[in-house]
T-cell receptor, first 114, second 116 residues
Framework: DQQVKQNSPSLSVQEGRISILNCDYTNSMFDYFLWYKKYPAEGPTFLIS?????DKNEDGRFTVFLNKSAKHLSLHIVPSQPGDSAVYFCAASAIYNQGGKLIFGQGTELSVKP | DSGVTQTPKHLITATGQRVTLRCSPR?????VYWYQQSLDQGLQFLIQ???????AKGNILERFSAQQFPDLHSELNLSSLELGDSALYFC???????????????FGEGSWLTVV
């Protein structure tokens, strides 16, 4: 049962344009969501997070949007840079019911072309 | 550098064998998590320990076990290895028992296990 889904395995964007990565979840108990970025042969690196009490969180070029009614979140990167090319994982957590574990999506490989 | 250290970085072993993966969390972090990443499964949560005690369990096989020691380092033991166990195993750590509310989970670089 895949509770967190990233339906696009890959995304290609031109440098300077916006990258939009999407993530859907099924567990309504999730109340905290995170995005991680992963380069080959490295561990995932925390990027940005959002609590379920918010619908938007912004950090520089990265913005995460949360639509609780649709059980959907997205990561916007603008402007995209070649160094953003990596695999992006969304993750979700249900703090009070599932402790500290994160449930990850399958990942979306972003390629930003110069 | 996340501060989470995993050893070994690469490991090749035969089916039926047993291996131990080691993780040192970031200084001050009490929670340790283990994740498995295989080609077709993405990042799968295996198990979490907090201050030496098991806190949460995910898709961890009975052939696998883990523990967290008094010095907070953790080991993941994989036994009766099968070809399908070949994967990248990540350890992660965080300060508190629960993720969220600013309690970021930091990942190590992973241990590549190849079972032949």
């Amino acid at each position: 049962d895949q509770q967190v889904k990233q339906n696009s395995p890959s995304l290609s964007v031109q440098e300077g344009r916006i990258s939009i990565l999407n993530c859907d979840y099924t567990n309504s108990m999730f109340d905290y969501f995170l995005w991680y970025k992963k380069y080959p042969a490295e561990g995932p690196t925390f990027l940005i997070s959002i609590s379920s009490i918010k619908d938007k969180n912004e950090d520089g070029r990265f913005t995460v949007f949360l639509n609780k009614s649709a059980k959907h979140l997205s990561l916007h990167i603008v402007p995209s840079q070649p160094g953003d090319s990596a695999v992006y994982f969304c993750a979700a957590s249900a703090i009070y019911n599932q402790g500290g574990k994160l449930i990850f999506g399958q990942g979306t490989e972003l390629s930003v072309k110069p | 550098d996340s501060g989470v250290t995993q050893t070994p970085k690469h490991l090749i072993t035969a089916t039926g064998q047993r291996v131990t993966l080691r993780c040192s969390p970031r200084s001050g972090d009490l929670s340790v998590y283990w994740y498995q990443q295989s080609l077709d499964q993405g990042l799968q949560f295996l198990i979490q320990y907090y201050n030496g005690e098991e806190r949460a369990k995910g898709n961890i096989l009975e052939r696998f076990s883990a523990q967290q020691f008094p010095d907070l380092h953790s080991e993941l033991n994989l036994s009766s290895l099968e070809l399908g166990d070949s994967a990248l195993y990540f350890c992660a750590s965080s300060v508190a028992i629960q993720s969220g509310r600013g309690n970021t989970i930091y990942f190590g670089e992973g241990s590549w296990l190849t079972v032949v």
